[in-house]
């Protein structure tokens, strides 16, 4: 364990197999700390141009319902909810 304390202080990261298959890898929590950062950056990035590309999309070609639709739904919102 010493060995691979070693290893990782150093910046390596080790993984830890069973039969074959990773089961763990020893890495230094500055790396951890890092790697978080960046996934959540890039996830930001990601939302970002979602909304970029909302806020460019055109609401007249965005599929509607009718007023009175939704007023049936309304009501059919509002009888559920009175039947419970």
């Known amino acids: 364990m010493p060995e691979l304390l070693d290893r990782v202080s ?7 197999t069973r039969h074959g298959v990773a089961v763990a ?18 996830d930001a990035e990601h939302l970002r141009q979602l ?14 319902i009718t007023a009175e639709r939704a007023e049936r739904l309304v009501g059919e919102v509002r009888a559920g909810r009175r039947a419970r």
Not at 51 to 64: D, I, N, Q, T, Y
Request: charged residues 35%; glycine residues 6%.
């Open 25 to 42: 890898v020893v890495m230094r929590p500055d790396a951890v700390r890092s790697r978080r950062a960046d996934r959540a950056l890039a």
């Open 10 to 16: 150093a910046g390596e990261e080790v993984t830890i």
């Open 51 to 64: 909304v970029e590309r909302g806020r460019a999309a055109s609401l007249v070609e965005a599929p509607s």
